[in-house]
């Protein structure tokens, strides 16, 4: 046992940096944990830490002896709290980061019904279109278009995200319906932003996702607000379907283009390696991806959607000789 508080200090050690660190998260004293890792020293006849007056560093002995302990103690603790959660209802707080439109359209609504099934879950959902380090912001589940690039964490696909061209009636009835891409030169575009450079982003249409330059008087970085805009008759905006399919089926905005729909865009949900995955960030997400995979509105094909529509307004298909549209610089 003595062996086992030295090898559990010092693992805790080195993830905190420091033996308070460490003595915080252990619930001792920091002379304690010093004291066990020191016992460890000389038991093993090697020393693990270098200690100074301002930092610990790793020896070669205590890097080697760190990847082979950090490992177990993980397994460790993953079998200690699926033991535990087995027991009782599971507890705490799953910090969630989303994309700002899917988050408040999709995500929202479920959290009562999730909350009802698991009562002692606290959800912490933070609406962001910002790319988060979730590790550092101590995120434990991320809902974002495309899959981040860390390896360290598990991504699971939600839905596909096919975008459409649309415009308000009012609009349409005073400048006329694209029947075809090259009719968009001819058209006031509501572009989508890029939220580092405020460069205006092309739209990318057709299974070929041949990007268009297109061109307007208003760009904005939010795609809720280039929808509102175009709900109030300012132009057309090119946005996802599951957003603005509701304002679709009211009646409010008419889809465009329905033979030019975006493709190559999906929705995922993020969350560290299912090792050590704590019980209640598990239940959210495997709640989570089964409700959202559920929704017809985001597993069924975009084009029966669209053919769905009361009064079937979408405007008719180009003749398949009539080319895609001019390519964006």
């Given at each position: ?151 360290s964490m598990v991504a699971r696909e939600i839905a596909p995200l096919p975008f459409v061209v649309c415009g308000a009636p009012a609009y349409l009835a005073a400048r006329g319906t694209p029947r075809v891409p090259d009719d968009l030169a001819g058209h006031n575009c509501l572009c989508l932003s890029s939220r580092g450079s405020g460069r205006a982003l092309p739209w990318v249409l057709g299974a070929a996702r041949t990007p268009m330059a297109v061109h307007g008087n208003f760009a904005c970085n939010d795609l809720t607000t280039l ?103």
């Amino acid at each position: 046992m003595q062996s086992l508080r030295g090898v559990l200090g010092f693992v805790k050690t080195v993830a905190a940096g420091s033996f308070a660190g460490a003595a915080r998260e252990l619930g001792v004293t920091p002379v304690a944990v010093s004291k066990n890792v020191q016992r460890l020293e000389r038991e093993l006849g090697v020393r693990l830490l270098q200690r100074s007056t301002r930092r610990l560093g790793l020896t070669e002995e205590g890097r080697l002896f760190h990847e082979r302990c950090a490992g177990p103690l993980q397994a460790l603790a993953s079998a200690h709290a699926q033991v535990k959660d087995s027991a009782g209802a599971p507890t705490g707080v799953v910090r969630v980061t989303s994309v700002s439109p899917f988050g408040r359209q999709y995500v929202a609504p479920l959290l009562p019904q999730f909350s009802s099934r698991y009562p002692r879950i606290r959800i912490e959902l933070d609406i962001d279109d910002a790319l988060s380090d979730m590790i550092a912001e101590r995120y434990d589940v991320g809902i974002r278009v495309g899959m981040l690039r860390d390896g360290s964490m598990v991504a699971r696909e939600i839905a596909p995200l096919p975008f459409v061209v649309c415009g308000a009636p009012a609009y349409l009835a005073a400048r006329g319906t694209p029947r075809v891409p090259d009719d968009l030169a001819g058209h006031n575009c509501l572009c989508l932003s890029s939220r580092g450079s405020g460069r205006a982003l092309p739209w990318v249409l057709g299974a070929a996702r041949t990007p268009m330059a297109v061109h307007g008087n208003f760009a904005c970085n939010d795609l809720t607000t280039l929808v509102t805009a175009a709900l109030h008759g300012q132009g057309l905006a090119c946005a996802p379907l599951p957003l603005v399919l509701p304002l679709l089926r009211a009646g409010a905005l008419v889809p465009l283009l329905p033979d030019w729909l975006g493709h190559g865009h999906h929705v995922f949900v993020h969350y560290p390696s299912r090792r050590g995955l704590p019980a209640r960030v598990r239940h959210f997400v495997n709640f989570l991806v089964d409700a959202l995979r559920a929704n017809r509105d985001l597993s069924t094909d975009a084009r029966v959607l669209l053919d769905a529509l009361p009064g079937a307004s979408v405007a008719p298909a180009a003749p398949p000789e009539v080319s895609v549209g001019r390519r964006g610089r």
